[in-house]
């Protein structure tokens, strides 16, 4: 089971990767305004709400994808953030894993016991294309965290990654195209490129998703979004095969 934890919904964009984003496009189906950034009502306790057992309802040692209909670090919830640090404090049996495309308001936004890091805490940070790279990779490599991750998602272009990985900072980068109807293609070729470097440096390698327009071998797929994730398993399971 995966869990999720949205403290706050919402987000304004702000980067190349933004153009199409899912949020914007599921929030329109239903007649919302993605721009409009609101605080849960009903979830921004969830991690600590219980159920008639006295058993959390998210139990301990899983992984909580965090804030991925907002940005945890976007200005409109510095009101409410101390508050959700709070809470990821007291759980400190779960593991938070908060994406953002604003590293550069990071070191503002933390709590006073922050220090070194959260031992329950991965920051993961969006790199689409070789300008966010240069841009925000210099910073990750420089706040203080105990676990960062990149998100090479959705992926724009071919990126090279290996200046960055011998800092041994990186423990993983995942990989995923763009959803829904206007996305743009993710060029396998370029998937298989990271792999390569992550291999080499020693980082683990995700591919979470192909995208709506999967390109391989110069053709164009299109993928129902529901297939995303077993589209790409089986892409790298055809890579492995390939090696042999």
């Not at 593991?95 to 959260?118: A, H, M, Q, V």
Request: glycine content about 4%.
């Amino acid at each position: 089971m995966r869990y999720q934890w949205n403290p706050w919904h919402g987000c304004k964009k702000c980067s190349p990767g933004c153009l199409n984003c899912y949020v914007y496009y599921l929030d329109g189906l239903r007649g919302l305004d993605a721009s409009q950034i609101t605080k849960s009502k009903t979830n921004f306790t969830l991690p600590l709400k219980k159920r008639r057992s006295g058993e959390y309802k998210i139990p301990s040692g899983v992984t909580v994808a965090t804030c991925f209909t907002s940005d945890f670090l976007i200005e409109e919830a510095d009101e409410w953030r101390q508050e959700a640090w709070e809470i990821i404090n007291k759980r400190k049996d779960v593991c938070f894993l908060i994406p953002t495309k604003r590293i550069e308001r990071f070191e503002r936004c933390l709590p006073k016991d922050w220090n070194e890091g959260y031992s329950n805490v991965i920051i993961a940070v969006t790199m689409e294309n070789t300008e966010k790279l240069k841009e925000r990779m210099p910073i990750l490599l420089r706040i203080k965290a105990k676990r960062k991750v990149v998100f090479a998602s959705p992926l724009l272009e071919e990126i090279d990654f290996s200046p960055f990985l011998d800092s041994k900072q990186i423990e993983a980068i995942s990989v995923g195209g763009e959803s829904y109807l206007n996305a743009r293609v993710c060029d396998f070729s370029w998937v298989k490129q990271i792999k390569k470097t992550c291999d080499e440096k020693g980082v683990r390698f995700e591919f979470h998703q192909t995208g709506s327009h999967f390109v391989k071998d110069g053709k164009v797929y299109k993928i129902n979004h529901h297939e995303e994730y077993s589209q790409a398993k089986k892409a790298l399971n055809y890579l492995e095969r390939e090696k042999k």
